[in-house]
């Protein structure tokens, strides 16, 4: 008989947490995978002016952004929403949506029912080695071998299942 493992209680402080950087974003991870045995994960973001994430949709994963400071319009179905500090954004999976962050930097939670998509994140993220913004000079990740690593990624981990992110 096999016995199931049971997610554990734990702590990780977001100045300690593993930070990658990829994308032009300081990513943190609060909650992985193997942290909540594939329940949710968490991450902190701090993400500078600009477009975020193109429209896409995550197929099997519901995701929840909550604005900690700055200030960003999330197009949900191609409709804007406007979010301040405090907004808390829910983006039911099989919904189409993309983002945008309007203030110099924004930094915001963004959660995934259940866990996966945070691999893809790792898996094109070079370690940080600030609690910064990446440095200009920091190339983005290549759109072929971004694709691969999604499909990789989605093979181990169903729910980071993306449609056209890259």
Partial sequence: MNEQIKAQPF????????????????????????????????????LPQGPAAPPHIHEAADETFYLLEGEATFFVEDQPIKATAGSFISIPRGTKHAFQ??????RLLNTY?????????????VPAETRTLPPASLPFPDLEQAKQVFDQISEQYPAAKTTNFF
């Avoid at 995978?33 to 991450?43: N, P, W």
Wanted: with cysteine.
């Fill in 11 to 46: 702590e990780v402080n977001v100045a300690e947490g593993r930070a990658y950087w990829t994308m032009g974003i300081l990513w943190t991870m609060l909650a992985t995978y193997e942290d909540t045995d594939g329940q949710y994960s968490c991450m902190e973001e701090l």
């Fill in 101 to 106: 962050i309007d203030s110099e930097t924004a």
């Fill in 113 to 125: 029912v259940p866990a996966g998509f945070e691999q893809t994140i790792i898996a094109m993220a």
